[in-house]
């Protein structure tokens, strides 16, 4: 089988985004299927390729992967116009790409929605069989979120989606939201699948296990006997991280110098969080550049809680599939969970952390000084965390499972 998989977006470990996609197609090619990714260039992540781009892209075999590269650009920080149009560029050139290369499936995986047109093209001007992966409901979450507020775009949004939804053989959805979503909208619920992301036992060591020469000074302004907890993602307006100020004031004033909030990534809104720490003297927050899947490892090897935030947003509540998550279970961290929604069941049902309400900087601080003065429950919280990601979430079966649904849909294609 010989996959054309659209991912813009895609990375290596050795970048500092998800690898979904990466893993993915690592065990499409073990299977002994052919993988072309079609990519542009992540700020953050990492393609694999190194050499210049000839005529608008680059193409190198990456761990076995086809890997086409499109010379795109593109960096949470870009503002809403030139986020658009990069995401328009790529489109067109994935659907000259569709419509001329050798391959027997398309798979395209949002976000952006713009990912889903060149499967779009494949499906109905060259009779391709079509997975359409949906990571985010779009339009509904940049319409809630305010970011999209003219009515001629989220029409011409809603009706991409309406097109890449029916135009699919299959719909892939990220978390049970996405699929209610998925459905919602009118598509059989036969044709929609969830195989949510997945944790890299392979990278992710347990934390309980030894790991060699990593002590808690290698983050500034950390001591050993300090209580760490890490977020490691996006510094956008999606993800709320204005509750982590707001906490770090109430930790503060309530003496707590032992809890340390460290912020690890990149995004548009990281200058002015880092910014507003420093004027209001919030010592108990140490911003940290991006990091790869290596040494993301080690710091959170470091660390003893895992904040999963994101805006309170309703929306956010069951439609999405944070990959940072699943790399805090992933090693054994609690997390500490500050919005409702099926992640924050999980966390409940399994006793792998906290769960606080949205907007509570107070309960927020009284969830981390419990694990800070609670230490034995809080390593029983991260063993359970490790074996949530273990049981249910490892990303090799559901590697496996994705692979399988592809070879399904092209057998059916051929009988049909």
């Not at 210049?52 to 590269?69: C, H, M, T, Y």
């Not at 409901?137 to 011409?156: A, C, D, R, Y």
Request: glycine share 8%.
């Amino acid at each position: 089988m010989r996959i054309l998989y659209c991912h813009q977006h895609f990375s290596t470990p050795k970048g500092s985004t998800g690898i979904r996609s990466y893993a993915m197609a690592q065990q499409a090619i073990t299977k002994g299927h052919e993988v072309t990714m079609v990519c542009g260039s992540y700020h953050g992540g990492s393609t694999g390729i190194s050499g210049p781009f000839s005529n608008g892209k680059r193409q190198a075999f990456v761990d076995g992967i086809n890997v086409i590269e499109f010379d795109l650009g593109y960096s949470n920080s870009d503002g809403l116009l030139r986020r658009s149009l990069t995401f328009c560029k790529f489109a067109v050139k994935s659907v000259i790409l569709a419509l001329t290369y050798n391959y027997d499936l398309v798979f395209a995986t949002s976000t952006p929605l713009t990912a889903g047109i060149p499967g779009i093209f494949a499906r109905w001007l060259r009779g391709k069989p079509f997975i359409f992966e949906v990571r985010d409901l779009w339009p509904e979450l940049p319409k809630t979120m305010g970011v999209i507020k003219n009515p001629f775009i989220l029409w011409t949004l809603a009706l991409l989606e309406w097109c890449s939804y029916r135009s699919a053989h299959l719909c892939i959805g990220l978390s049970p939201g996405i699929v209610e979503g998925i459905v919602a909208s009118g598509v059989n619920k036969q044709k929609v699948v969830l195989i949510p992301n997945g944790c890299d036992l392979n990278i992710f060591a347990n934390k309980n296990d030894v790991i060699e020469n990593v002590q808690k000074n290698q983050l500034n302004g950390i001591s050993d006997s300090n209580l760490v907890a890490v977020y490691a993602g996006t510094h956008g307006l999606a993800n709320g991280l204005d509750a982590v100020l707001h906490t770090a004031v109430v930790l503060k004033n309530r003496d707590r110098r032992d809890i340390k909030l460290v912020l690890i990534g990149q995004g548009k809104l990281k200058p002015s969080l880092e910014l507003r720490a420093k004027n209001l003297g919030l010592d108990n927050i140490i911003f940290h550049k991006p990091v790869n899947k290596e040494a993301l490892v080690k710091i959170m090897s470091e660390s003893d809680v895992g904040m999963q935030l994101l805006a309170n947003i309703p929306s956010f509540y069951y439609g999405t599939s944070p990959n940072k998550f699943f790399d805090y279970i992933s090693i054994g961290l609690p997390v500490l969970n500050n919005y409702p929604g099926w992640l924050a069941g999980l966390i409940d049902e399994y006793d792998c952390g906290f769960t606080v309400p949205p907007d509570d900087a107070e309960a927020f601080a009284d969830a981390l000084e419990q694990a800070a003065d609670n230490r034995d429950a809080l390593r029983l919280k991260g063993c359970n965390a490790r074996d949530l990601a273990v049981s249910d979430f490892d990303r090799e079966k559901l590697s496996h499972t994705w692979v399988c649904v592809l070879e399904g849909l092209l057998e059916k294609s051929k009988s049909i």
